[in-house]
């Protein structure tokens, strides 16, 4: 009885792991304006989702900073061009922009941020994408997301 304790108890520890280990990510950034992954899946059976973002390159974030933002894809570039206005001291994010559903503080080398999001209003039907808004990133700095219901 002790063993079959003991093994239901270890195997919820370990599905509570995997069920963590599959609701947040890594992503790296580099100074040649660079994600490691374009493509980024979040699993229906998350309740939040994490992203940690990492600057694996030397430059300051005044000179080559990224940031990671999400947005359907629609809104990227219009969330991008307003960031410009939004400058630095926003993380190149307009302040309280409704099209953004998540996003870090700008990175700079051997930095590194996270961000936490709920899930509840994304949808499969829908197309999102993941950039950086620091000026003129977003053309090769950006990924797909998808969710899967």
């Not at 030397?58 to 000179?63: E, I, S, V, Y």
């Not at 993941?130 to 000026?135: E, G, I, N, R």
């Amino acid at each position: 009885m002790l063993k079959r304790l003991l093994f239901c108890a270890s195997t919820l520890l370990v599905s509570q792991f995997s069920l963590a280990d599959e609701c947040s990510t890594t992503i790296e950034s580099n100074d040649a304006m660079q994600y490691n992954k374009s493509e980024l899946v979040i699993p229906a059976t998350c309740a939040d989702f994490t992203v940690t973002l990492k600057h694996t390159g030397n430059l300051p974030k005044q000179a080559m900073g990224h940031n990671w933002v999400m947005t359907k894809e629609a809104d990227a570039q219009p969330v991008a061009t307003a960031g410009i206005s939004a400058g630095m001291e926003n993380n190149y994010v307009k302040p309280e922009d409704e099209r953004v559903i998540a996003a870090t503080d700008i990175i700079g080398g051997g930095e590194s941020t996270s961000t936490t999001f709920s899930v509840k209003g994304l949808n499969k039907s829908d197309a999102y994408l993941f950039f950086c808004s620091f000026p003129g990133h977003i053309g090769i700095m950006k990924g797909t997301v998808t969710f899967e219901s």
